[in-house]
């Protein structure tokens, strides 16, 4: 963490409340001390002003709620160093926070998984890196019929007392669980994550209308991955994608790589949704930032070559998708102003997981977790926790 103060001029700033042309801001011990309209000679003696080109603009760090690797790591190798890959990686693409997602496996795998992540969350806190914020349990507990990528032999009925267990072994960390909650046992756990304060996500659901309105009644506020691994809208039949449409209470992730979702289909949702109903995840997988070719994903080969991530049955299996790539695509498939792009981002999954007192939007007090970037969208650095994790 970056102790001494330091400030950053002649930049246009997306806060919390307002957009500042000619702006600073101000980071001393990891948070934003202030920041505001640029005078002359705002900075003091004794602070330092980072050098920076002309015509940058300053948002808040973007959260990933739903991401299972990167640069060849991957949450499922259950490793410290394959989550610090990750960590090491994702503030280059303006990404300061995530949560570490796993993927329907074998109980005794995932358990490695799932214990590996919650003692790093608990033990480590690292500079130059993006902070794990959770874990995101997405499986085991699905709907074989809409398992897409997730292995069929490994999904389990939904089940409170094995979730305690697991919850128990990742020391508290699971922040969001993707379920599907017309399977037995489904409304019970629903209404048991809600109780808990954990994110309970529909998502790899056959659910019809009707289940999933009883699913929000139970306390779901959040939907995986939009349109994919979900009944469809049918004009008889709204199934859970209508239900996700219609209903104020469940937010949205969406994967705006124009492969998962067409561009169309995204710009249908946002203007249902809007921006406030919508969070831009990548769904990433390992082979993010590497070349194409052949990765591992959940124990299954996945073939990647021009931005697709496909099994060998040609079912999508993840992606590969940058968050900033997310950020200038939501906005060219649906004509959103950048304030609402960065909603989407960062402001959206900063409230859902109950962070937002201190991430997710450019506030006094918060971390200083921002990113820099050019006229062209690309990141041209980002900051975690007040400090220069990503120079380009």
Excluded at 180 to 197: F, I, N, T
Excluded at 280 to 302: E, F, P, S, W
Excluded at 381 to 391: E, P, R
Aim: charged letters at 25%; a negative charge; proline letters at 4%.
């Amino acid at each position: 963490m970056n102790e001494k103060a330091f400030i950053i001029e002649n930049i246009t700033i997306y806060a919390e409340r307002e957009t500042i042309l000619n702006g600073y801001i101000k980071v001393e011990h990891g948070k934003i001390q202030s920041f505001g309209q640029a005078n002359h000679g705002v900075a003091q003696d004794h602070e330092a002003v980072y050098p920076t080109p002309d015509n940058l603009t300053l948002l808040p760090g973007m959260i990933d709620v739903h991401i299972h690797g990167a640069n060849g790591a991957d949450t499922m190798d259950a490793t410290p160093e394959a989550l610090t890959v990750m960590a090491e990686a994702l503030p280059k693409e303006g990404t300061t926070s995530f949560l570490a997602t796993t993927i329907t496996q074998d109980s005794d795998l995932l358990e490695k998984a799932i214990k590996n992540a919650g003692d790093y969350i608990r033990s480590n806190a690292h500079p130059r890196q993006a902070e794990v914020l959770g874990i995101h349990l997405e499986g085991p507990f699905l709907n074989a019929k809409r398992a897409g990528a997730q292995p069929p032999h490994a999904i389990l009925d939904p089940n409170i007392n094995l979730f305690k267990e697991w919850n128990e072994l990742a020391q508290g960390t699971i922040k969001l669980v993707t379920l599907a909650p017309e399977k037995e046992g489904g409304r019970d756990l629903v209404r048991y994550l809600s109780e808990q304060g954990i994110v309970a996500s529909i998502g790899h659901s056959d659910a019809t209308f009707e289940e999933v309105i009883e699913a929000v009644e139970n306390g779901a506020t959040h939907a995986t991955h939009l349109f994919n691994g979900m009944r469809g809208l049918h004009h008889r039949e709204p199934g859970v994608v209508g239900a996700v449409l219609l209903s104020d209470h469940l937010k949205a992730e969406i994967i705006a790589d124009g492969h998962h979702v067409r561009p169309e289909m995204i710009k249908l949702a946002y203007k249902q949704k809007r921006d406030e109903g919508m969070i831009l995840i990548t769904d990433a997988m390992r082979a993010k930032c590497l070349k194409n070719g052949r990765y591992d994903l959940g124990g299954q080969d996945v073939y990647v070559k021009d931005g697709k991530a496909l099994l060998e049955n040609g079912t999508l299996a993840g992606s590969v998708l940058s968050m900033n790539d997310a950020l200038r695509n939501i906005q060219a498939y649906t004509g959103c102003t950048l304030e609402s792009a960065v909603k989407m981002a960062a402001e959206n999954p900063a409230k859902q997981l109950g962070v937002f007192d201190r991430k997710g939007s450019i506030a006094v007090g918060k971390d200083a977790d921002f990113i820099l970037l050019n006229e062209d969208g690309d990141v041209v650095m980002t900051f975690c926790k007040g400090t220069l994790a990503y120079s380009r």
